[in-house]
Antibody, heavy 119, light 107 residues
Framework: EVQLVESGGGLVQPGGSLRLSCAAS????????MHWVRQATGKGLEWVSA???????YYPGSVKGRFTISRENAKNSLYLQMNSLRAGDTAVYYC?????????????WGQGTTVTVSS | IQLTQSPSSLSASVGDRVTITCRAS??????LAWYQQKPGKAPKLLIY???TLQSGVPSRFSGSGSGTDFTLTISSLQPEDFATYYC??????????FGGGTKVEIK
């Protein structure tokens, strides 16, 4: 079964750090671009970061310089290192798979992990 | 690239035909996807490349459009279709944006 399972969410103080993980199974992880998408309570979806099969990384301005996406293909794992966290980063964070060609969208999503930034 | 969905919410009855629109701030060819999200669940891909149905998605869902104007249509609304729907542009991949969402509620 194709599956993505996120972990690592929790409560963190403003200015703190957190590392999210996403474990992939049931497919050749190294062959896919991977993304993180977040959703604040009652709000819409926001793209957070992407990593290509070659390890190239991309971020929107809202997290650039604070978040780092990485992957470890030998462990079928995706990561999101989040530093200098702000209240506005509070959200459910999803990892998602993006098949090639890119216009296929994101066809597999994890169940999400909740990050709460609060003092 | 900004995506504007309308309406932001709608009320409909089982069996109704429902149409949701998504307008892009600039042309995105056919690089648009639609997702369905139910409360407490992850989004589910319904349509990609503006009009191609994802495997396993019922045929009552359809998508159309190109350039800046796109439409998601549910031909006959079913009880399991009450959810929030999002469009997503992939023209600037991997830098992606989503529309604000359309919540489909029971009338």
């Amino acid at each position: 079964e194709v599956q993505l399972v996120e972990s690592g969410g929790g409560l963190v103080q403003p200015g703190g750090s957190l590392r999210l993980s996403c474990a992939a199974s049931g497919f050749t992880f190294s062959s896919y671009d991977m993304h993180w998408v977040r959703q604040a309570t009652g709000k819409g979806l926001e793209w957070v970061s992407a990593i290509g099969t070659a390890g190239d990384t991309y971020y929107p301005g809202s997290v650039k310089g604070r978040f780092t996406i990485s992957r470890e293909n030998a462990k079928n794992s995706l990561y999101l290192q989040m530093n200098s966290l702000r209240a506005g980063d509070t959200a459910v964070y999803y990892c998602a798979r993006a098949p090639s060609p890119y216009y296929y969208g994101m066809d597999v999503w994890g169940q999400g992990t909740t990050v709460t930034v609060s003092s | 690239i900004q995506l504007t969905q309308s309406p932001s919410s709608l009320s409909a009855s089982v069996g109704d035909r429902v149409t949701i629109t998504c307008r892009a701030s600039q042309g995105i060819s056919s690089y648009l996807a639609w997702y369905q999200q139910k409360p407490g669940k992850a989004p589910k891909l319904l349509i990609y490349a503006a009009s191609t149905l994802q495997s396993g998605v019922p045929s009552r869902f359809s998508g159309s459009g190109s350039g800046t104007d796109f439409t998601l249509t549910i031909s006959s609304l079913q009880p399991e279709d009450f959810a929030t729907y999002y469009c997503q542009q992939l023209n600037s991949y991997p830098r992606l944006t989503f529309g604000g969402g359309t919540k489909v509620e029971i009338k």
